[in-house]
T-cell receptor
Framework: DVKVTQSSRYLVKRTGEKVFLECVQD?????MFWYRQDPGLGLRLIYF???????EKGDIPEGYSVSREKKERFSLILESASTNQTSMYLC?????????????FGPGTRLTVL | QQPVQSPQAVILREGEDAVINCSSS?????VHWYRQKHGEAPVFLMI?????EQKGHEKISASFNEKKQQSSLYLTASQLSYSGTYFC????????????FGKGTLLTVNP
């Protein structure tokens, strides 16, 4: 079974802090994704990566950056956390291009920015 | 632009049927369906591809109307375990790796 793990289930940070969210997948998937999930808004794509060191902006990249130095690990970075970034963050991976291959999700990190 | 799901919420009694719809304003290459139970990660249900190919669970059925840019998920003889939020994700194909998800449909199945 594919396993996608995220470094923390719950995280509390202060405004202005730099925040790192880590995601690791164990099935050699090429593609990795970061979403945020807010009530009534569904899943919105922040960034995705289709190869090591390759990344593309999703629908809401403002205020975020990402890093993928190794194939199995995809990090989401909040350079200066703000209260409007309080949300559930979900990482996902898929074998190859998104159209045909299902995405496997991690358990999520609930981030609260005070 | 996010695909539009309808209804936003539905309540069923065990054994009843439901249909969840997903409409996109863009031409579609594929539609994905996922279910998320409260406090858990979304789980893959089905992919429907342009041209009629499908991939997913045997007990789940869905349709994909390419011309209308719509997909529907059919839940028959619902069980308590079907409760959760259902999301559709649309993909416009080509080199586009990403899915754009709808806002979700909350399904509650009561005994």
């Amino acid at each position: 079974d594919v396993k996608v793990t995220q470094s923390s289930r719950y995280l509390v940070k202060r405004t202005g802090e730099k925040v790192f969210l880590e995601c690791v997948q164990d099935m050699d998937h090429e593609n990795m994704f970061w979403y945020r999930q807010d009530p009534g808004l569904g899943l919105r794509l922040i960034y995705f990566s289709y190869d090591v060191k390759m990344k593309e902006k999703g629908d809401i990249p403002e205020g975020y950056s990402v890093s993928r130095e190794k194939k199995e690990r995809f990090s989401l970075i909040l350079e200066s956390a703000s209260t409007n970034q309080t949300s559930m963050y979900l990482c996902a991976s898929s074998l190859r291009a998104g159209g045909y291959n299902e995405q496997f999700f991690g358990p999520g990190t609930r981030l609260t920015v005070l | 632009q996010q695909p539009v799901q309808s209804p936003q919420a539905v309540i069923l009694r065990e054994g009843e049927d439901a249909v969840i719809n997903c409409s996109s304003s863009k031409a579609l290459y594929s539609v994905h369906w996922y279910r998320q139970k409260h406090g858990e990660a979304p789980v893959f249900l089905m992919i429907l591809l342009k041209g009629g190919e499908q991939k997913g669970h045997e007990k789940i059925s869905a349709s994909f109307n390419e011309k209308k840019q719509q997909s529907s998920l059919y839940l028959t003889a619902s069980q308590l375990s079907y409760s959760g939020t259902y999301f559709c994700g649309s993909n416009s194909g080509g080199s586009n790796y990403k899915l754009t998800f709808g806002k979700g449909t909350l399904l509650t199945v009561n005994p």
